[in-house]
């Protein structure tokens, strides 16, 4: 990625970072809003919700929401090196895809990520800053996409 790009990118995580768990969950609450279908994969203790207002104040799930926003901060502190969590992002997709998440999921995750950097920066949130993060997110996307490879 570009240096212009990945300053975006910083500025505008800075100021998301801030607050993790409020923005996380405005990420999680527009997902289940757009594919309610997701709700059912979480599951603790055996345990189903039943709304996803239910969900997204259990601590479970808060500490999931927390995990969420450290991979994204990973993501952001290597944004000009990628390659470097290879590996780890593979793993991840292995993991998602292991709980029953399709690829297809992946699309609407990047559209609740750009609905929350949207309303935590407001203006600030420029084309260019949303074309940084969708381009970081692809680039996140694809090395995850690859813990589905050999279905």
């Not at 709700?39 to 039943?50: C, E």
């Not at 994204?72 to 998440?101: C, F, P, Q």
Request: aromatic letters at 10%; one cysteine or more.
């Amino acid at each position: 990625m570009e240096r212009p790009e990945s300053e975006l990118i910083r500025q505008s995580w800075r100021v998301v970072s801030r607050s993790p768990l409020e923005h996380g969950t405005v990420l999680f609450a527009r997902l289940f809003a757009l594919e309610p279908s997701l709700l059912p994969l979480f599951q603790y203790n055996g345990r189903q919700f039943s709304s996803s207002e239910d969900c997204l104040s259990s601590p479970e799930f808060l500490d999931h929401i927390r995990k969420v926003m450290l991979v994204i901060d990973a993501a952001v502190t290597n944004v000009e090196d990628l390659s470097s969590l290879e590996e780890y992002l593979t793993s991840l997709g292995r993991k998602h895809r292991a709980v029953g998440v399709r690829l297809s999921s992946f699309s609407t995750v990047g559209e609740s990520l750009l609905y929350m950097l949207e309303k935590c920066l407001g203006p600030d949130f420029t084309p260019a800053t949303r074309t940084a993060w969708s381009q970081l997110y692809g680039a996140v996307v694809q090395a995850m996409s690859r813990g589905w490879d050999g279905e």
